[in-house]
């Protein structure tokens, strides 16, 4: 849909709306155009410094003729003040008419000029029962958002079903939608059902479920919550070839998460990689656009984000609008979320609450016309699976805000529905409120705690301090196995200072495989009296290895890497062989004598452990990575 090749036949334009600092179109406006024929045309939309950008209508001239009937015709003219018809001015038979209009040829997307995607008809699902046949229903399932849309009688006919890409679908949406233990337990169960026979995806949501301790053991009747046998869970589903585990593994690399350091630049060089492959999925593009707009690159976000929209996937949407808004463009941001609303993107029916900064400037009428605009379109969007929908509400109604009467019984509801639907600050805004009111009909302290602990285990680490200040009280509750050994780690990790301190110390490994920590002040030593540390003549440095990588990477050791040195001499002088320190050279190669694990920084200068929480966190880790090998 470009303008003609040959520019010449365009003889003139005229332009209205916004404008750069150099006179480009920029921002919302309208062109006509009039070619050498007679012929015009109209563009009313988005421009970008002059290029058709973004939302936009092409509109094209045409006339028709139009025919009035005797009746019709005979009533045109002067009238007297009686009524009377006095001086007709059309002349007696049927009266034809030229009329010229805009005839609309192109409703859509943009990018450079060129009419990329029509969004004329179209919806964000539009979900069918006959999908659910084979795996091509796992893409659209990789969109929660979308997932949380499917009917409810639609999703239990799906378990129902005898068909595993159905059932799983069934398992997504009782996850997703509902958070009372017997979905959990049910959709848990459906997972593993669905995993065993070959839907991969169903691994990774096995692994998810570990990861929050939504996973239900049968054997002791309780959620469980296994942060390690989640990872592994997540390792496996992405060998197996899951999409699904490598987005969210790659979505936890850029944000950082308690087991894994952040690496952005390492996860927006494999969205990028994933987003420019043909077969993958779209997700990745908009991955990627959630990676460039967190940075501040704004321009990259929105390019990411369109072409999610121009192959189908509208959710950006809503994004993009954000982008604008926060630049200032309230009038684009508007149009944006008006077609997000027309396509049927649940979260752009937040529109509204833009105005809450100028709340008080605005009248009486204007006020009463946006409550109930959004008193209607929050309520629609929290129906449809919207979490930011049913945070903008939890939020009107904790605080008061946007024309709400303060509900805090409501807000409470709808926080707790923005949190099952992954939308975790809602937690935030319950606890805040509890915090100012102190009334406990409000919330009780049962409530409170347990508030406050999911609000930890859906990843807000703010609440770690108090989890463990209280650790007693949740020990109590049933929470003791998470908080011996997930919470309580993860404590430490984040409070070096409050490590056990151990004088300078290695970790000596023999042929046998018992392990023993040896006091030694490595960095001070000399060269012999570090081989003289397993009696050896000489050493040799293992700096890198798989094996060696993972454990720095799980002990989370900053500046310093875990390394081992072998005997040099072990071969020659037929030294027994160390299973342990060959399982960790891991080159096939074969490591004979003892061995001494320490760390080093990025000189290869030898450092001790000065922790024994390091010590026990290495021992646990080799032992792990060699199947319980290792003996203290």
Not at 339 to 356: A, S
Not at 469 to 476: A, S, V
Request: proline content about 3%; charged content about 25%; hydrophobic content about 35%.
């Amino acid at each position: 849909m470009k303008l003609p090749e040959n520019i010449s036949k365009i003889v003139r334009k005229i332009y209205t709306g916004q404008k750069d600092d150099e006179g480009c179109p920029h921002g919302h406006g309208i062109m006509e155009y009039s070619s050498s024929s007679g012929k015009k045309y109209k563009y009313e939309g988005h421009f970008e410094h002059g290029v058709r950008s973004g939302y936009g209508v092409w509109y094209e001239s045409m006339q028709f003729i139009r025919e009035y009937e005797p009746w019709e015709w005979a009533q045109m003219g002067d009238y007297d003040s009686a009524g009377r018809l006095i001086r007709p001015n059309t002349r007696p038979g049927p009266r034809k008419e030229v009329v010229n209009c805009w005839d609309e040829k192109f409703r859509g997307w943009w990018i450079n000029d060129d009419a990329a995607h029509s969004l004329k008809h179209k919806k964000y699902i539009n979900w069918q029962i006959d999908l659910f046949e084979n795996e091509k229903i796992l893409g659209s399932l990789l969109d929660f958002n979308a997932v949380r849309m499917l009917p409810e009688q639609m999703a239990y006919q799906l378990m129902t079903s005898d068909k595993p890409y159905a059932k799983y679908a069934s398992a997504l949406w009782l996850w997703a939608c509902n958070n009372d233990s017997d979905s959990l337990k049910k959709a848990f169960s459906i997972f593993k059902e669905t995993a065993g026979k070959g839907i991969v995806d169903a691994i990774q949501m096995i692994s998810r479920m570990y990861w929050l301790g939504e996973a239900y053991d049968e054997e002791k009747e309780m959620f469980v919550m296994d942060r390690k046998l989640s990872q592994e869970l997540t390792a496996q589903a992405i060998e197996k070839g899951s999409i699904l585990a490598k987005l969210r593994h790659n979505r936890d690399l850029f944000y950082g998460t308690t087991e894994m350091a952040a690496d952005p630049q390492a996860a927006i060089a494999q969205a990028e990689r994933e987003a420019s492959a043909y077969s993958e999925s779209i997700m990745w593009t908009e991955q990627l656009g959630d990676f460039y707009n967190y940075n501040g690159d704004k321009d990259r976000a929105i390019k990411a984000y369109s072409k999610c929209i121009i192959n189908g996937h509208y959710a950006p949407i809503y994004d993009i609008a954000l982008i604008y808004l926060n630049n200032g463009d309230e009038e684009y941001y508007k149009t944006l979320m008006e077609l997000g609303i027309e396509l049927g993107v649940p979260d752009c029916l937040i529109l509204g609450f833009e105005n809450e900064h100028r709340w008080e400037s605005l009248s009486g009428d204007e006020r009463l016309d946006i409550y109930r605009k959004m008193k209607r379109n929050l309520t629609q969007g929290i129906a449809f699976g919207s979490g930011v929908c049913a945070y903008i509400l939890a939020d009107s109604l904790l605080n008061g805000k946007l024309g709400f009467d303060m509900d805090l019984r409501m807000g409470k509801e709808y926080a707790h529905i923005a949190l099952t639907y992954g939308f975790n600050p809602a937690a935030n805004l319950v606890i805040e409120a509890a915090e100012t009111l102190d009334n406990p009909e409000f919330i009780s302290d049962d409530e409170l705690l347990r508030l406050r602990y999911d609000a930890l285990r859906y990843g807000i680490e703010e609440q770690l301090d108090y989890v463990i200040k209280n650790k007693d009280t949740y020990i109590e509750m049933g929470y003791g196995d998470d908080i011996e050994k997930v919470w309580i780690p993860l404590w430490k990790k984040n409070h070096p200072d409050e490590k056990t301190q151990v004088s300078p110390s290695v970790i000596v490994i023999k042929p046998s495989g018992i392990a023993s920590i040896v006091e030694a002040d490595v960095f001070a030593m000399s060269y012999r009296e570090m081989c003289q540390l397993i009696d050896a003549e000489g050493l040799d440095a293992v700096h890198f290895s798989q094996s060696l990588n993972k454990i720095t990477k799980n002990c989370a050791f900053r500046g310093y890497n875990v390394a081992m040195y072998a005997d040099r001499n072990g071969y020659a002088n037929d030294l027994p062989d160390n299973a342990i320190g060959t399982m960790l050279y891991g080159t096939g190669a074969e490591i004979r004598g003892a061995v001494i694990i320490a760390l080093e920084d990025n000189k290869y200068d030898t450092h001790p452990f000065h922790f024994q929480e390091d010590l026990d966190n290495v021992l646990n880790e080799i032992s792990n990575l060699t199947g319980g090998l290792l003996r203290r």
